[in-house]
């Protein structure tokens, strides 16, 4: 049984930091591209980091770059995403995909930034 489980959520003031966790199962997590995407209400996903299936590479979505850092560890099938001077704009559920053969995704963890 494939899961994604993402940990690490929580409420932070603007200027914070979080570090979101996911923890693959059930398939083979070394072979995939991993990504972190963000669903505000009322609007679209929105990409917000990937990072290739060995770590070599990794991009940012322009709103997060500079202030957000993709990670992973194939030994314990965990993606990363270490998020600085978070704003109120960057409230949403995060959720981490495994791209690949097949596409799988967590059911997300909410981030909420506010005073």
């Known amino acids: 049984q494939v899961q994604l489980e993402e940990s690490g959520g929580g409420l932070v003031q603007p200027g914070g930091s979080l570090r979101l966790s996911c923890v693959g199962s059930?398939?083979?997590?070394?072979?995939?591209?991993m990504r972190w995407y963000r669903q505000a209400p009322g609007k679209e996903r929105e990409l917000v980091a990937g990072?290739?299936?060995?770590?070599?590479?990794?991009s940012y979505a322009d709103s997060m770059k500079g202030r957000c850092t993709i990670s992973r560890n194939n030994a314990k099938n965990t993606v990363y995403l270490q998020m600085n001077s978070l704003k109120p704009e960057d409230t949403a559920v995060y959720y981490c995909?495994?791209?690949?053969?097949?596409?799988?995704r967590g059911q997300g963890t909410q981030v909420t930034v506010s005073s």
């Open positions: 995909h495994a791209v690949g053969p097949y596409e799988y």
């Open positions: 059930g398939f083979t997590f070394s072979a995939y591209t």
């Open positions: 990072i290739s299936s060995t770590g070599g590479s990794a």
